[in-house]
């Protein structure tokens, strides 16, 4: 850990995972102590969730995972446990999962926390409406910080983007100073949204406040790194994430770094990036895990020029979550194999929700063109750079 040796200070980031450790060891000791006692086991269950969301780490997910499972075969389906095991099988996108934990135990559909996940869960799967209205049924029972930063990236995607951030300014102000953590992950949905609207400079500003309230996280530097690209400074951006990479063991991290390296002309040293990230990404699909099919179809689409792989992964993603995402990388990559005109059903599909985002629309640039629909062609790329005007510079997929 950087901070714990070489005379470099203890980042935020480092003492808040050294802690998470200390804690579930000493937790682990307990539980084996007395096994029966569920109160030290469900604290283990949140203190490795935790940790696991510090690290990102599949294999630290997947320990929090085990002790959810361990205990609901020893003490039944708990209302806490239940949640924490829907929340992780949410977060990997194993959504029919996630509403099985939840009913497990029926209670959690009038708590607020499971409440809050059912509308996550909605929203991935398409249904915009129901989970819009859900957030504003919470928010109004009790205007809780989450809330108030999920319906902020509601509002984001359907381009209401000063609601938006006035609901993130909201929600950071809700935070107290114990959770600088937090503080800095609602800056960096700021400054996402930001940079997604052509706004690299404000994006960067907003990073920085991040860095400055939460030194060290790695989840900082990675946008950070966005930024820099979007900026023209794709060199700045790749020594950035290569030290994030060399941190944090994510396939996503070193795809863009070899995206990044090719952009640059490097093609020979992007070759092990791109190799790695595709072994990864295949090696968690082979192993029954579904997060990475969303991202080896952009993968195969791009980065891996293979567009009919690119297709066969963007259908399983879209057969587990049909929503705006996942239906234009499917359009995206039939576009890629030569299959415009299916391309175009699911381009249609995705635009239907309302989204307002350059990426897509520039995808349904493309695909209009392909048609033979100049005149939709071009009003979706004079939309796609209405949004953002920075768009042909290089994008990082977070």
């Known amino acids: 850990m950087e901070g714990a040796h070489g005379g470099h200070p203890m980042t935020a980031f480092d003492a808040e995972l050294a802690k998470a450790r200390k804690d579930i060891s000493a937790l682990e000791l307990l539980a084996q102590r007395d096994p029966r006692d569920p109160e030290k086991r469900v604290r283990l269950a949140y203190r490795q969730f935790h940790q696991a969301s510090l690290t990102g780490s599949e294999s630290d997910f997947r320990a929090a995972k085990q002790t959810c499972a361990e205990m609901i075969r020893d003490f039944g389906p708990k209302e806490d446990i239940c949640l924490l095991e829907a929340n992780i099988a949410g977060r990997f996108h194993c959504l029919a999962e996630a509403r099985q934990a939840l009913q497990m135990c029926p209670s959690l ?23 819009h209205a859900a957030w504003e ?15 902020a990236h509601w509002k984001g995607k359907l381009g209401q983007i000063d609601e938006a951030d006035q609901l993130y300014e909201e929600a950071a102000g809700d935070l107290t100073a114990k959770e600088m953590r937090s503080f800095a992950w609602i800056e960096v949905q700021r400054g996402a949204l930001a940079l997604s609207h052509g706004r690299p400079n404000q994006a960067r500003a907003h990073y920085e406040r991040a860095s400055r309230s939460y030194s060290g996280h790695w989840y900082t530097d990675e946008h950070l790194a966005g930024s820099l690209a979007a900026e023209g400074k794709p060199e700045e951006a790749l020594a950035l994430l290569q030290k994030v990479s060399a ?5 996503e991290l070193k795809q863009t770094c070899g995206e990044l390296l090719r952009f640059l002309g490097r093609a020979d040293e ?59 990388a499917l359009a995206w990559a ?27 629309f520039a995808t349904a640039s493309a695909i209009f063109n392909a048609c033979g629909d100049a005149a939709e062609g071009g009003r979706y790329a004079r939309a796609a750079a209405a949004i953002n005007p920075n768009g042909q510079n290089f994008h990082m997929h977070h």
């Open 247 to 251: 941190r944090v063991p994510k396939p």
């Open 334 to 360: 039939l576009y890629q194999s030569g299959d415009a005109a299916e391309g175009l059903a699911w381009i249609r599909r995705a635009l239907a929700s309302g989204v307002q985002d350059a990426g897509i």
């Open 270 to 328: 992007a070759q092990p990036w791109l190799q790695a990230a595709e072994q990864a990404y295949l090696s968690s699909a082979q192993e029954g895990a579904v997060h990475y099919y969303h991202h080896l179809a952009d993968f195969y689409a791009d980065a891996g020029s293979q567009p009919a792989e690119a297709v066969k992964w963007a259908r399983k993603d879209v057969a587990l979550r049909a929503n705006f995402s996942t239906q234009s």
């Open 137 to 151: 049924d919470l928010i109004a029972e009790q205007r809780t910080w989450d809330n108030l930063a999920r319906l």
């Open 109 to 131: 559909a009038r708590r607020m926390a499971g409440r809050s996940l059912l509308a996550d869960l909605d929203f991935q799967e398409g249904r915009y409406d129901q989970a």
